[in-house]
């Protein structure tokens, strides 16, 4: 049923929302062809601002995406929006409840919005998510949205993909503190205290600004914006969309643009190489090395380093 | 300085603090003579029973692991505790305040606690956490408690280091859906609704078990308990101690104890060995190999898939 790939991005290209749903299915999927269609998308590599979003569950992640769709789309900008669900390794489907609110963009033909959930695939989200947003960028995305849930280690991974990190705080939701544990400080490069309309949003901002305020910073480095925002009633979401648009400013001036386009490729090779490697070392032995391997291990009659020697040794006999 | 590795592992076996401590550091910097320290360690494997405990920032997990050491220790059971720091890749620093709270313990031989970070190294937490938990094994630990902010796509790997998974969560932080939303009903063994003298309590209680009857269990499965607490009071302790004890004779009496350290062994040697090979992709070319393809990928002439194979390629020469 599906059409040849190379229709497929053609369609696409002219912003055909179908062509485009399932060019990102097949990134989900881990469909075969994804080869041919990263191929067919290559020339496009770079041409949206790429904005990452993200922050504990229950901080106004979707509401402020929804808005900023909203304020981009006023703009005239055409958005692509990718919600990324690390639950998938278990569950591979992504709860909708938040998705329902956007539904006042899904008849407009310049907006694409799309959960991700990977089902499994090897490498998971930190393969499919880059793939992903060059679908969008291919589809003439002026702007691709990427919001993920939750400040661990693989988001952390996705923001690097992003030029631009949005951390989303609000009061109550665990202080200033709580978010340098979370390694948030360093990523961000805009941060939006939302539900400024609460108490303790005051107190936030400042800690933010007080913690901004110690960190080393050379000359011409970028000082991380912190922006109060209501989103729920569409407050403070124009400075947030000004904030993102000065940071972009500040990656072309400083020449740094093309050092984030480079660093995020290098994340996306070795992303596909270490996928690639993970699925050869799985299938060694018709697939049973790491699991004899594994049960020496915990029977303690062998360590897990030498365990890893084995296998890669079993690999480099495959190569 | 450092003395023998097998000195040092004899002198933890002895139940010394500072070979604990010194052997944890090792794993933490990547120490070459890791090798050596796992081969020792190797024949103790299995020993504790490793539990994870997680949930979103603020919810109370630093001050319900110090009451879960203090009911541990009162039942004459040594216990580690590694507190794991997901903002490792860009500070390689955790933030002390919490584990001031823990000082009661530091006096106490008993109790090893240590807050893990990994500087940067290759493989991060995935690498360190289940060797740093084999060290405390080796020291023989009854139980080790490993503690992790968010929960990322990183953290459900280590939870599945862990033969038994606390999930904790608090009322208005965040409802059921976002715990739903965060993939954490299919990782806990144990729910702990926290700061359960709060409003919203019973209503998270109920959410949860409500979630948990709509769940598919073939018979003989693991159905997760729910415990309210309120930590700070030191208040439904017991009862997770309790059910901690019932996950773990479930897990004898079910014979899943085996297939959980055979599976926990499994994830740490691919772990160990995807390491590797990420070490030896960045070294192609003297290191220039994936910055040269990345930037190639960065202006559109090539897209990341063939960059991969590449990248694999040259690593397949070089094996």
């Given at each position: 049923m599906v059409g040849n790939v190379l229709t497929l991005v053609a369609r696409a290209r002219e912003g055909d929302p179908r062509s485009v749903a399932r060019l990102i299915s097949m990134v989900e999927n881990g469909d075969p062809r994804l080869r041919e269609v990263a191929a067919a998308l290559a020339p496009f590599a770079g041409r949206a601002q790429v904005v990452g979003l993200t922050g504990s569950p229950g901080v106004g992640k979707s509401t402020t995406t929804n808005e900023l769709v909203r304020a981009l789309r006023r703009a005239g900008r055409r958005v692509g929006v990718l919600a990324v669900d690390p639950s998938s390794p278990f569950t591979g489907g992504a709860i909708l409840g938040d998705r329902i609110r956007m539904q006042e963009h899904t008849t407009d033909p310049g907006v694409y919005i799309r959960s991700m959930s990977t089902r499994g695939m090897l490498g998971g989200l930190s393969v499919a998510t880059p793939q992903a947003v060059r679908v969008l960028e291919g589809a003439g995305c002026d702007v691709v949205l990427v919001e993920t849930?939750?400040?661990?280690?693989?988001?952390?991974?996705?923001?690097?993909?992003?030029?631009?990190?949005?951390?989303?705080?609000?009061?109550?939701?665990?202080?200033?503190?709580?978010?340098?544990?979370?390694?948030?400080?360093?990523?961000?490069?805009?941060?939006?205290?939302?539900?400024?309309?609460?108490?303790?949003?005051?107190?936030?901002?400042?800690?933010?600004?007080?913690?901004?305020?110690?960190?080393?910073?050379?000359p011409g480095d970028w000082r991380p914006q912190v922006v109060r925002a209501t989103a729920v009633k569409g407050e403070g979401i124009d400075e947030v969309v000004a904030a993102i648009a000065k940071h972009r400013e500040w990656l072309e001036g400083s020449g740094r643009l093309q050092a984030a386009h480079e660093k995020r490729a290098a994340v996306e090779v070795e992303a596909i190489a270490l996928a690639a490697l993970r699925a050869r070392m799985g299938d060694l032995g018709d697939g049973t090395a790491l699991g004899k391997l594994a049960a020496q291990v915990a029977e303690g009659v062998t360590d897990p380093y030498a365990a890893a020697d084995a296998l890669l040794a079993e690999l480099g006999e495959r190569f």
């Open positions: 849930v939750g400040v661990g280690q693989a988001e952390v991974e996705i923001a690097s993909l992003a030029d631009t990190t949005l951390v989303l705080l609000a009061p109550g939701m665990g202080d200033a503190i709580q978010a340098v544990k979370a390694g948030i400080l360093e990523i961000a490069d805009v941060f939006v205290v939302n539900k400024a309309d609460r108490p303790g949003a005051d107190a936030t901002y400042r800690d933010i600004q007080g913690m901004l305020s110690l960190g080393e910073r050379e």
